[in-house]
């Protein structure tokens, strides 16, 4: 409905204060904005808590001016975690107007709704807490499948598996294929090991790359090892737990830390656990119900039929809150978390976190950081972290007592659809706009910002718009390449994504061999072989050269954000930091970095952008190489097709001090 005389903006202070989400117990101030000389009705705010019962608020009148009124109302957060909702309440004339959130649910300006209620605004309420340690949240991350980084110990494989096939080419394509007769699937391994990422770290350290977070190493039958066989063991394939701590030594020695993936919704069907195979020792469930294993798992017909995840039966789901498992995954002296952090790795990625109850994530945050304090721990979410519903559950990851980070695939997303050309500059502000309203604030500022992953398609075959995976068959998929002209138009696009990841708030995650333009459709092809000696130089020197740039300024990892434009085919913000104090709160130089992106493959645009307000006289164009002036209140800048630009401007100790 027709709403220009009601207005409320929750992405603005004066109408939401303070913005995004609140700490328990804070006051927080909403306005309304009428605009109707003869208003003589009355505005009211109705506030629910989740879980609990909506409180109907009347709003006093905080300012009345001759063609503007304006309504206000305190609420104060509760004393636990959780959400508020809320949207406005109009009568006039008798009759009753509803004021929501916009219909996409994105926060900021709303609408008037008559005759229904309306979307409700959302208010994330969170337990206060230190913000995730210095290691992370200033780090960049790159994503490893071991079988298929590098190939050390001379390119041998090691450990053959029974039933799989190693390939003869490093180069050769991923493939996944059944046996004729029992119908199970066959894994195809290249030899890549811990060995090679030992080899490679020069290379990461190089790239500027501080952690490395492993798809799962530990031992099982797939090259997956999303079907866990052994939690306390690496993979024989891949190496020992002594080639493991050496790794996370070395790799400690040179600034980067290891992050594991942990899978504690299931296990493999062919594990010391369930032991289906009788492949191991021990006496696993399926053997017999007096295995110590047995209250694990959730058996409807024994041993036949088991409840298991998404219905592989090489995957069977266990019970995470049964005292025993949790003993030995989080509480035991000797538990999976524990072990593997004295080992060395300095965090965990929860597998399908929507899978595991939030009591079994809170508890295992709560021993890791016993063990260690500065040990991080970061959830698989697909979607806004902050308002997820699973099996019915509304999640509490964001709230202070489970994740410190998430997968950040909206960001994956938002970027794309605006690269492509699917949503504008506008609808794009909205969107990023929508995540820090709802994140608390630090989660927001370290979320895990990809562009790739192991369960998606290559980022540079998604920019260069290659068919529909759904339009071709699996073997013309595995063979399908950008045409020249494509790939250069998808190098182009990743270019200005990379500057775009490496300048935002958020800790940027690379996937192995996006920064060498590997390409490919979802798994397994975008699971290939990193191309040394064949890499894209043009995508590697980019990477190193922006991330280097990142890691050079402290305002481009902690300054804080504002958006500055967004409209069309571009896109801006500035980082900043002011007051000698970076957003944690930590000591650091004042600066300012503006950076603009035109998404336009074929036209230059002209950006008016308020200079005067937001940036110094003097900056530096850190991608030209030169200095420039802005010497107006606004700036016409320019920019080329598919052209990002960064200035930045860094006090130095003196000029802070004098």
Not at 165 to 190: K, L
Request: with cysteine; hydrophobic share 35%; glycine share 8%.
């Amino acid at each position: 409905m027709e709403c220009s005389w009601v207005f409320h903006n929750s992405y603005d202070a004066y109408f939401r204060a303070p913005f995004g989400a609140v700490p328990c117990r804070t006051k927080i101030t909403l306005r309304l904005e009428i605009e109707d000389p003869l208003f003589s009705g009355s505005a009211a705010v109705r506030v629910r808590r989740q879980g609990a019962g909506t409180e109907h608020i009347n709003m006093d009148l905080y300012q009345d001016r001759e063609e503007r009124k304006v309504f206000q109302a305190e609420i104060a957060a509760p004393e636990d975690p959780g959400w508020l909702w809320y949207y406005f309440v109009i009568e006039k004339e008798g009759m009753v107007f509803y004021y929501g959130n916009n219909g996409e649910k994105l926060g900021g300006q709303g609408e008037l709704w008559m005759g229904s209620y309306p979307p409700e605004y959302q208010i994330t309420v969170y337990r206060e807490g230190p913000p995730p340690p210095q290691w992370f949240r200033e780090g960049i991350i790159y994503q490893i499948f071991a079988d298929r980084f590098f190939a050390g110990s001379g390119g041998q494989a090691l450990h053959m598996k029974k039933g799989c096939f190693i390939h003869d080419r490093w180069e050769d394509t991923p493939v996944y294929f059944q046996h004729p007769y029992t119908g199970a699937y066959i894994f195809d391994f290249f030899g890549g090991n811990l060995e090679g990422v030992k080899e490679k770290l020069p290379y990461l350290k190089e790239m500027g790359v501080s952690i490395i977070y492993f798809n799962p190493i530990f031992q099982s039958p797939s090259n997956h090892k999303y079907d866990t066989g052994d939690y306390h063991q690496i993979d024989p394939m891949l190496g020992t737990n002594e080639i493991f701590q050496d790794l996370c030594q070395r790799a400690r020695e040179m600034g980067i830390q290891i992050i594991l993936d942990g899978v504690f919704s299931h296990t493999g069907s062919d594990s010391i656990y369930f032991n289906k195979e009788g492949n191991y020792p021990d006496l696993g469930a399926y053997q017999s119900q007096e295995s110590p294993y047995y209250p694990w798992y959730r058996f409807e017909e024994f041993p036949r039929k088991y409840d298991c995840w998404w219905g592989i039966e090489t995957l069977p789901n266990v019970n995470e809150m049964e005292p025993s498992y949790r003993e030995f995954i989080i509480d035991g002296p000797d538990s999976v978390l524990r072990y593997w952090i004295k080992q060395g790795a300095k965090g965990w990625r929860l597998d399908v976190a929507d899978e595991l109850p939030d009591e079994f994530i809170a508890g295992f945050r709560k021993v890791m950081k016993e063990t260690d304090p500065a040990a991080v721990l970061i959830g698989e979410v697909w979607e806004d972290a902050s308002n997820k519903v699973s099996y019915g559950n509304w999640r509490q990851y964001l709230l202070g007592d489970e994740l410190d980070s998430v997968m950040n695939y909206p960001f994956r997303n938002i970027l794309i659809h605006f690269v492509l050309g699917l949503k504008d500059g506008w609808k794009t502000h909205q969107a990023l706009m929508s995540l820090s309203e709802n994140y608390p604030r630090y989660h927001f500022y370290t979320t895990m910002n990809l562009l790739g992953s192991h369960d998606v398609a290559r980022i540079l075959t998604v920019l260069g718009e290659a068919p529909l995976e759904s339009s071709l068959p699996k073997p013309e998929q595995a063979m399908f390449r950008l045409a020249p002209e494509q790939k250069e138009l998808a190098v182009r696009r990743l270019k200005l994504l990379c500057l775009w990841q490496m300048t935002f708030p958020g800790v940027p995650a690379v996937y192995y061999g996006d920064e060498a333009g590997m390409e490919g459709y979802d798994d397994p092809l975008n699971r290939g072989t990193y191309p040394w000696g064949k890499e894209n130089m043009e995508l590697v020197d980019w990477y190193q050269r922006v991330i280097c740039l990142r890691n050079r300024y402290q305002v481009l990892r902690t300054g804080a954000w504002f958006p500055v434009y967004a409209q069309g085919d571009v896109y801006g913000y500035v980082r900043k930091i002011t007051n000698h104090r970076d957003l944690f709160h930590e000591q650091a130089k004042n600066g300012t970095a503006l950076i603009l992106l035109n998404r336009n493959p074929r036209e230059k645009v002209s950006v008016p952008v308020h200079v005067g307000r937001w940036c110094p006289q003097e900056m530096k164009d850190l991608l030209a190489e030169k200095e420039v002036g802005f010497h107006g209140e606004w700036e016409e800048i320019c920019l080329g097709p598919l052209e990002g630009k960064l200035y930045v401007k860094e006090e130095d100790h003196e000029t802070e001090q004098g």
